[in-house]
């Protein structure tokens, strides 16, 4: 079974864009879609696909049902799934051929750590063989979860996403150290300050977390 505590949302993918849009301008496309999103969640849907049973540990939207909808037709468990007063988070990407940008509301994603800080909600522990807690996950929560997720037999990743204040902070580069796959993307230039690959993978060698690239 594999188990993911997610920072998910609603994307909205606008694409066909040569240029990205200057201040005052407004560009037109014929290419949009509406999907469920956060980058776990996309792999868990992937998973699923693949025949692993997968649990999603996250808040959303009450009348966000499409969405419920949409992650139970890949079989994804949604027992751990608790709605809130709010709306799920929305992301607005906009995309060129080149590159893509993004603009997020964390809608009802902030409550996430509240959730899995409480003690009755042993969550991702229960019987599962991985989990990837899909945000930025405090030093705190970490001491208190992944010793929790050890004990059950997890094996650990994690994909921060774009926090440049949590990946620019050294006490959470221990919290990369402990897992066993750490997914930072371009997320290595703004923990290293280095643009080449290389040098990055030497600067987070130091730090002993280019293993677990």
């Known amino acids: 079974m594999s188990r ?47 025949g692993r049973h997968v649990s999603l540990f996250a808040r959303d939207g009450e009348e966000d049902v499409w969405l419920k909808d949409r992650l139970r037709s890949f079989s994804i468990s949604l027992d751990g799934l608790r709605s809130v007063a709010t709306s799920t988070a929305v992301s607005v990407s906009i995309s060129t051929r080149e590159d893509r940008s993004f603009l997020t509301w964390q809608g009802a994603n902030r409550f996430l750590p509240e959730y899995l800080h409480e003690p009755e909600n042993s969550g991702p522990a229960d019987s599962g063989k991985a989990c990837s807690p899909g945000h930025a996950v405090s030093r705190e929560l970490a001491q208190q979860l992944f010793p929790r997720l050890r004990a059950a037999g997890c094996t650990l990743s994690l994909d921060t996403g774009h926090q440049e204040q949590w990946l620019l902070d050294e006490r959470n580069w221990l919290t990369c150290s402990e897992v066993d796959y750490f997914l930072p993307t371009k997320r290595c230039q703004i923990m290293t300050g280095a643009e080449q690959p290389g040098l990055c993978s030497r600067v987070l060698q130091r730090r002993e977390l280019a293993a677990r690239l």
Do not use: N
């Not at 864009?17 to 868990?44: C, K, L, M, N, S």
């Open 4 to 50: 993911w505590s997610v920072r998910y949302s609603i994307d909205h993918v606008f694409s066909g864009f040569e240029r990205w849009p200057q201040p005052g301008e407004e560009h037109f496309t014929d290419f949009y879609v509406r999907e469920a999103g956060g980058g776990v969640a996309i792999t868990a849907c992937a998973l699923a696909r693949l």
